[in-house]
């Protein structure tokens, strides 16, 4: 009886002890990290090699649009989705032309439209 006693607490505890546990989540950081600094020195008409020098070699660069870098940043605590960016880069050749983003107002504002006047 005393051997009966031993191996079901043998077996139970265990199985007993892992309704109580909960799996480790780890911290997950994905990306490029943004950095609200850094986007913001963004200028019209920078080469490709400063907004890369800036910013990092951007995680999607489509083969198909070569002209739209993306950068994206993902946080992951414990399992869910704390912390999402993401910013878009377009370019006219080696020339940044707009950037969307979703962290910050307008990173880079539009260029103002040439009017006759203007050009006189």
Same mark, same amino acid.
Request: aromatic share 10%; net charge positive.
């Given at each position: ?27 997950? !950081? &994905? ?10 020195? /963004? =200028?019209?008409?920078? #080469? ?34 704390? !912390? &999402? ?10 020339? /940044? =032309?707009?950037?969307? #983003? ?19």
């Amino acid at each position: 009886m005393n051997l009966r006693f031993i191996l079901t607490s043998i077996v139970c505890v265990p199985l007993l002890g892992a309704c109580f546990l909960a799996p480790h989540k780890i911290d997950v !950081q &994905q990306g490029n990290y943004l950095d609200v600094q850094a986007v913001s020195k /963004l =200028k019209p008409d920078m #080469t490709r090699s400063q907004v890369r020098f800036l910013l990092g070699t951007p995680l999607i660069s489509d083969p198909f649009h070569p002209e739209r870098w993306d950068y994206v940043y993902m946080d992951f605590r414990g399992g869910s989705l704390k !912390q &999402q960016k993401r910013l878009t880069l377009f370019f006219d050749g080696d020339q /940044l =032309k707009r950037a969307l #983003t979703d962290f910050m107002p307008a990173a880079i504002p539009p260029e103002p439209a040439k009017t006759a006047a203007s050009t006189r």
